[in-house]
């Protein structure tokens, strides 16, 4: 554990509004682009990036010290984004329709192999999305994967090996 995460800790412990204030501090620009990753549009990033505030707020006291703080956050971060797209699924919000709907800057790169691998990334399942992003955009090892999404470094690396594959294919349709 790193002296940032115990003094969090520490004071999230004794002083909880200024223990969030730190967390916020040290981790709030890379939950919001893990967040952001996951969904479409930006405004979601950012109501999701909220509610996942709230959430470390008020269940802070589950955190026991199995695995990192940042891992702990993650976990949280990812679960919660997850159930919100599941959520978006269930009310027909399918990508191809948001597709129709204006970009957001996000998506305007003037880039068409960016915009592309974006659009390939959105159509993976969560898991494999979840997975192929915290390996390749935050550049995490599989086994801090595995604890954010709970399940085992040999899982992680199949799912990103089958990401980067449906990738890679999408792609090569998109070409032709």
């Not at 010290?65 to 997850?82: E, K, M, Q």
């Amino acid at each position: 554990m790193n002296t940032t995460d115990a003094t969090i800790i520490e004071k999230m412990r004794t002083h909880p509004n200024e223990g969030m204030r730190m967390l916020m501090d040290e981790y709030q620009e890379r939950l919001y682009w893990h967040i952001r990753r996951l969904v479409v549009y930006e405004a979601d990033a950012e109501d999701m990036l909220q509610e996942v505030f709230i959430k470390i707020y008020q269940k802070f006291d589950t955190f026991k010290g199995d695995s990192s703080l940042f891992s702990w956050i993650y976990r949280l971060a990812t679960n919660a984004t997850l159930s919100f797209l599941r959520k978006k699924k269930e009310q027909n919000l399918s990508l191809d329709k948001a597709k129709l709907q204006k970009a957001d800057s996000y998506f305007e790169y003037g880039d068409r192999e960016a915009v592309a691998l974006q659009e390939a990334i959105h159509n993976l399942p969560p898991k494999q999305q979840t997975v192929f992003n915290l390996r390749y955009y935050d550049e995490m090892s599989f086994k801090q994967i595995a604890e954010i999404t709970d399940s085992t470094e040999s899982s992680a690396k199949a799912n990103y090996c089958f990401a980067k594959q449906k990738i890679v294919d999408r792609m090569k349709m998109l070409e032709s």
